[in-house]
Nanobody
Framework: QVQLVESGGGLVQPGGSLRLSCAAS????????MSWYRQAPGKQRELVAT???????NYADFVKGRFTISRDNAKNTVYLQMNTLKPEDTAVYYC??????????????WGQGTQVTVSS
C-alpha cells in the first residue's frame, strides 16, 4: 500500500510565496509522473504542473514563470514552489503520482489536498 502526505498550504498575501510538498511512502517500486492539480470553489479540477521521472516538466499557461515543480526521487517527494501568488491562485491543491508498487501494480494515487488562500 502507498500513502501520500501533502503539506505547505496556508494563507499568503498577493505577491507572496508558498512551497507545497507531497511525500509518498509505502510499498513503492517506482514513481513515474508526479503532478499538481488545483480546484477552486465551483470550478473543475485543473492541471497545474507535471514532472516526469527523468525530469522534464510541463506547466499550465496560467502558472508559467511563477510556479516551479521539482522532485526528489530519493525521498519520493514532489514540490511546488509558488511565487508571485495571485488571489486567483486560491484553491485546494492536490498532488497526483503514477506509482508502481513492489507487486508491480501501476496506478494513479491522489493526495488529500492542501488549501492555498491568497488574500490581503
Amino acid at each position: 500500500q502507498v500513502q501520500l502526505v501533502e503539506s505547505g498550504g496556508g494563507l499568503v498575501q498577493p505577491g507572496g510565496s508558498l512551497r507545497l510538498s507531497c511525500a509518498a511512502s509505502g510499498s513503492i517500486f517506482s514513481i513515474n509522473d508526479m503532478s499538481w492539480y488545483r480546484q477552486a470553489p465551483g470550478k473543475q479540477r485543473e492541471l497545474v504542473a507535471t514532472i516526469s521521472a527523468s525530469g522534464p516538466t510541463n506547466y499550465a499557461d496560467f502558472v508559467k514563470g511563477r510556479f516551479t515543480i521539482s522532485r526528489d526521487n530519493a525521498k519520493n517527494t514532489v514540490y511546488l514552489q509558488m511565487n508571485t501568488l495571485k488571489p486567483e491562485d486560491t484553491a485546494v491543491y492536490y498532488c497526483k503520482i503514477n506509482v508502481v508498487t513492489i507487486r508491480l501494480v501501476r496506478y494513479d494515487l491522489w493526495g488529500q489536498g492542501t488549501q492555498v488562500t491568497v488574500s490581503s
